[in-house]
């Protein structure tokens, strides 16, 4: 199991095959690694390259531990088995998409590793957009690992960032940590819209925002609907139906309907319906590290990601 920076990358995979702890094409070995998947596109593929010298591809498993969080499994169960979500997801009816990431800690003595990378490779690249291509893909044939994957692909592929929209952001006191260059400019804080030029998602803005240091501890991804045609003709609130999948720091869902005011004013207001996963389980819910460990274990790839994901 590998979670190492890039630069020992090569002699530790070179060492692993030397002395057989994993020989090549025994799927009874397998070979775990973590991100950063080096720091471009280039050290990527490199890196990969030497994984595929090493190892056969189906002992190799590229772990993104966001996948495992109940919530972000959820998203294709809430998407695939709900026809009321299943009918309107595409952009005749969703206006926006939020997907956040905020921390309140900062890097907690990781220096070495978060300083080379920053915001936009620790968490954009590899769990941001996960998330994102869940939401935006087409419904996969099946729920087995290629037909799945081969769906988030075509959202990869038709993603275009607006750069005018990129903010980067690096927390008060960033300079100050322990091992941190006194002029790093390392990101901890990213915000930028992109859209997914699909048929189905066409023109709606999918805004994406991670940082350390904020103000709370929430990971969310929100979608919002367009209005209905009679909030405008009889002169109602514009507030707009949100479904919330709620990732951190509790895995729930929440679903923002107009409801009228109780009472005697004839008025509207928002209300959220709440769903909260914690509330309706007994004992530990399972960490996301102990389910993807599980499947891996079992050989299943449909929570693991794959090269081609990473390298678009
Ligand atoms: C990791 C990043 O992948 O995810 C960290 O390297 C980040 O910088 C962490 O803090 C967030 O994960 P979680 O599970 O705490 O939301």
């Known amino acids: 199991y590998l979670a190492l920076s890039t630069e020992l990358f090569s002699e530790v995979t070179n060492n692993i095959n030397q002395s057989k702890l994993v020989t090549i094409g025994n799927l009874n070995q397998s070979i775990i690694f973590e991100k950063p998947f080096g720091h471009d596109l280039y050290s990527a593929k490199e890196i990969n ?55 309140t800690d900062g890097i907690l003595g990781r220096a070495g590793y978060y300083d080379q990378l920053g915001a936009l490779r620790d968490m954009v690249q590899s769990h941001l957009l996960q998330i994102l291509s869940l939401v935006a893909m087409e419904v996969p044939v099946t729920y087995h690992s290629d037909d799945v994957k081969d769906e988030k692909i075509k959202v990869l592929s038709h993603l275009h960032f607006d750069s005018d929209s990129l903010i980067l952001g690096q927390y008060d006191g960033y300079l100050n940590e322990n091992n941190i260059p006194s002029d790093s400019t390392t990101e901890t804080f990213v915000f930028f819209k992109a859209y997914v030029n699909t048929p189905r998602f066409k023109g709606v803005p999918f805004y994406l925002m991670s940082g350390k240091k904020l103000d709370k501890k929430e990971s969310l991804i929100e979608i919002e609907f367009e209005e209905t045609s009679e909030q405008r003709k009889w002169n109602l609130p514009l507030s707009t139906n949100k479904l919330f999948i709620k990732i951190a720091p509790e895995d729930g869902m929440g679903l923002v309907l107009n409801s009228k005011v109780p009472g005697l004013r004839d008025d509207v207001e928002p209300v959220e319906l709440e769903y909260c996963v914690a509330c309706n389980e007994f004992g530990n819910l399972t960490e996301a590290y102990e389910k993807l460990i599980i499947d891996i274990v079992g050989q299943h790839k449909t929570l693991l990601t794959r090269w081609d994901e990473i390298e678009l």
């Open 49 to 103: 390259q030497m994984l595929w010298n090493y190892f056969d591809e189906k002992q190799i498993y590229r772990i993104d531990h966001y996948l495992g969080k109940e919530m972000i499994q959820n998203i294709m169960m809430v998407r695939f088995a709900n026809r009321i979500f299943e009918e309107i997801w595409h952009n005749r009816i969703i206006k926006n998409v939020k997907i956040y990431a905020k921390e």
